[in-house]
């Protein structure tokens, strides 16, 4: 086990327990930790679990130093074992491999990069970078839903308010595509931007003309462009990028199994970056969610 410091960003006491509502230590053990053994911190990390479902605290940090991060994401990418998640509610791309389809990836340096037929990612993962989970102690580990949080002062992605080019994607992860253009939708989050990357052509020329506009209210003059040509959607976040290069469904229609987006303006307008019941501490950007095969 890894004996890292479980605290998340939020200090403060229970008065009930007298468990801080972060890390669920006592006040003498965060005072003593620098200075205590390992066995001793050991000890405190196997006592958290009871002590979190005590406070009825969901959002707990697990004891992975970043090197254990990184080893999870790459390995859980090798061997197909879930969904990479990336943006806000209502606005996100989906990382997995179609039925059938494996995903290459590897590690270089402190970054992740990962490819499979209609989807690129890449995240990068330094010391700023935590693992946390939701689930009790009662999950099997293989079970759990992961989220890797980036510590605010790391910052997000640039916030966009209306339509905008962004000129060539200089940071696509395929140096093909860093010539296209690239056009962030402006849904004005700060934990994600959604957007989408076109080649010269028509579909370029409508969304050069949309420049300006405002989300959803331009959903009527750029959307049947955009389910015609299907171009890449780009989602990034204080962690990374995925991109995704499947078919846009049509309207009434279902996206397949694999790569995929999810563009809902009713959801977006719930205002939430993270899924119920997956709030993070106010110290967290949101950089993606990993979901267990079924």
């Known amino acids: 086990m ?65 090197s254990d991060i990184r080893m999870f994401v790459l390995q859980s990418l090798q061997g197909r074992r879930g969904t990479w998640v990336g943006g806000i509610v209502g606005a996100v791309g989906e990382f997995a491999a179609a039925p059938g389809q494996s995903i290459d990836a590897e590690l270089n340096g402190e970054t992740v990069i990962a490819s499979t037929p209609g989807a690129r990612l890449r995240f990068h993962i330094d010391d ?27 910052g997000g992605p640039d916030v966009a308010h209306a ?28 934990e994600a931007r959604f957007c989408v990357r ?28 955009l389910l015609a040509d299907s171009p890449a959607r780009v989602i990034e976040t204080a962690l990374g990028r995925i991109e995704i290069l499947t078919p846009i469904p049509q309207p009434g229609g279902q996206s397949q199994p694999g790569p995929h987006t999810h563009l809902l303006h009713d959801h977006i307008a719930s205002g939430r970056a993270m899924p119920a019941g997956m709030d993070l501490p106010r110290a967290y950007l949101p950089g993606a969610i990993f979901y267990p095969a079924a």
């Open 2 to 66: 890894s004996l890292i410091s479980p605290c998340v960003g939020l200090c403060k006491l229970d008065a009930a327990t007298g468990f801080c509502l972060g890390c669920a230590r006592s006040g003498d053990e965060i005072a003593e930790w620098r200075g205590q053994t390992d066995a001793w911190r050991a000890g405190v990390w196997g006592d958290l679990p009871e002590r979190f479902a005590k406070l009825g605290v969901a959002c707990r940090r697990l004891p992975w130093e970043t």
């Open 128 to 154: 700023d970078v935590r693992a946390l989970t939701f689930e009790t102690k009662e999950t099997p580990p293989e079970r759990s839903r992961i989220v890797l949080a980036v510590k605010r002062e790391r």
């Open 163 to 190: 339509f905008t080019g962004l000129g060539p994607d200089v940071d696509s992860i395929a140096p093909e595509d860093r010539d296209a253009q690239v056009f962030d939708l402006g849904l004005g989050r700060k």
């Open 198 to 225: 076109v080649g010269p052509g028509q579909t370029k020329d409508v969304l050069l003309s949309a420049t300006g506009s405002v989300f959803p209210a331009n959903l009527p003059r750029i959307a049947p462009a």
